[in-house]
């Protein structure tokens, strides 16, 4: 059974996001430690940000700009 995705509404569009290991220079990660109370927009995963790797990535959207990106 196929878990159903969390989202938010930023600036007019949805984002599905996971909270898995982002791939460097590949994932568009929401900036925030809690997307359920706020984003600060989104950034590009680098491994060389600190942490553990697990950010919140987009993998769907409505918005044009990042739609063919994360496809």
């Given at each position: 059974m196929e878990q159903?995705?969390?989202y938010?509404?930023?600036?007019?569009?949805k984002y599905w996001y996971e909270y898995k290991?982002?791939?460097d220079?590949?994932?568009i990660c929401l900036a925030t430690k809690d997307?359920?109370?706020y984003?600060?927009?989104?950034y590009l995963y680098s491994t060389?940000?600190?942490?553990?790797?697990?950010?919140?990535?987009?993998?769907?959207?409505?918005?044009?700009?990042f739609?063919?990106?994360i496809e």
């Open positions: 159903e995705l969390k938010i509404t930023y600036d007019g569009y290991i982002a791939r220079r590949v994932d997307p359920g109370k984003c600060n927009g989104f060389k940000d600190p942490g553990t790797g697990k950010e919140f990535v987009v993998v769907k959207t409505d918005d044009p700009k739609k063919k990106r």
